[in-house]
T-cell receptor, first 114, second 113 residues
Framework: GAGVSQSPSNKVTEKGKDVELRCDPI?????LYWYRQSLGQGLEFLIYFQGNSAPDKSGLPSDRFSAERTGGSVSTLTIQRTQQEDSAVYLC????????????FGPGTRLTVL | SQQGEEDPQALSIQEGENATMNCSYK?????LQWYRQNSGRGLVHLIL?????REKHSGRLRVTLDTSKKSSSLLITASRAADTASYFC?????????????FGQGTILTVHP
């Protein structure tokens, strides 16, 4: 594929339910990032993967948030027992060479927790 | 904080005019990047300037960096209505922060046709 893809593009869920957000990075990119953007705000860093390992999980807001990456490619961000404050656009980015190059962003998943 | 702070928060100009946005930061940096975000194209990387560079051009974009003042500016010349978007100054602190980007709140640019 030409760019980073994310699915679903929109997700509406009820408070307390679990959700999974998927990111397909650009082929060959070793670094993958998850960010969150709340309404009218800048992006908030969540987690960084280099290959399949996550050296930096410092941005995950609580233990309800987890992420994994398999095969050095696809990544899944899971939010358990969703809360209304989890509502945001979740953006994934990928880059080569450990992230010191340009990050290419996907279109995001808009999550709404009712 | 590693966050860049953009100024102004909002800017409204007429098509054809130049737009200048400023960014200040507080930490040492590996590089500084500018991104644009609009509803049509999402978040798009515009330009990257390394800490040892002072000025960089890309089409109608000109970015300057003054590491002694910890500031950067983005100039868009001959603006177009399609330039309407939010513009983010993004810090890459490098070191143990590898590629982690820290976004500011952004400048909302409106270009009137």
């Amino acid at each position: 594929g030409a760019g980073v893809s994310q699915s679903p593009s929109n997700k509406v869920t009820e408070k307390g339910k679990d959700v999974e957000l998927r990111c397909d990075p650009i082929s060959g990119h070793t670094a993958l990032y998850w960010y969150r953007q709340s309404l009218g705000q800048g992006l908030e860093f969540l987690i960084y993967f280099q290959g399949n390992s996550a050296p930096d999980k410092s941005g995950l807001p609580s233990d309800r948030f987890s992420a994994e990456r398999t095969g050095g490619s696809v990544s899944t961000l899971t939010i358990q027992r969703t809360q209304q404050e989890d509502s945001a656009v979740y953006l994934c980015a990928s880059s080569g060479l450990g992230g010191r190059n340009t990050q290419y962003f996907g279109p995001g998943t808009r999550l709404t927790v009712l | 904080s590693q966050q860049g702070e953009e100024d102004p928060q909002a800017l409204s100009i007429q098509e054809g005019e130049n737009a200048t946005m400023n960014c200040s930061y507080k930490t040492s940096i590996n590089n500084l990047q500018w991104y644009r975000q609009n509803s049509g194209r999402g978040l798009v990387h515009l330009i990257l300037i390394r800490s040892n560079e002072r000025e960089k051009h890309s089409g109608r974009l000109r970015v300057t960096l003054d590491t002694s003042k910890k500031s950067s500016s983005l100039l868009i010349t001959a603006s177009r209505a399609a330039d309407t978007a939010s513009y983010f100054c993004v810090i890459n602190a490098g070191g143990t922060s590898y590629g982690k980007l820290t976004f500011g709140q952004g400048t909302i640019l409106t270009v009137h046709p």
